[in-house]
């Protein structure tokens, strides 16, 4: 299991730097900041995943954590939030050294 969470977290991670690359690209070219959010590059790639995830968390969970939660993630920055999502990932699947040493039984 902390081999797939690593692999997602990598996964991520490349993500989100090819999506800062975009970013950066754009901005050279536009002389200014440029910072795709999450939901315009969602709906770039798959804009029936993002209806399918609408209507699974307004059914199933409520409909407010749509509005509320999910809409707060789509306006921020599409590298910012695979960055988080890969640290999160990563911090799961840590393991600690053991206390005693590297030599302990």
Do not use: C, E
């Amino acid at each position: 299991m902390r081999f797939l969470l690593r692999f997602a977290s990598l996964v991520a991670l490349v993500v989100a730097v090819v999506a800062g690359t975009i970013d950066s690209i754009q901005s050279v070219a536009a002389s200014a900041v440029v910072m795709t959010p999450m939901g315009d590059a969602w709906k770039d790639v798959s804009p029936s995943s993002l209806a399918n995830v609408q209507s699974l968390i307004s059914y199933y969970i409520h409909p407010r954590l749509y509005d509320l939660a999910m809409q707060w993630l789509l306006f921020q920055p599409a590298f910012a939030v695979f960055l988080v999502l890969s640290l999160l990932l990563w911090m799961v699947a840590y393991k600690k050294p053991p206390v005693a040493g590297r030599f302990s039984v």
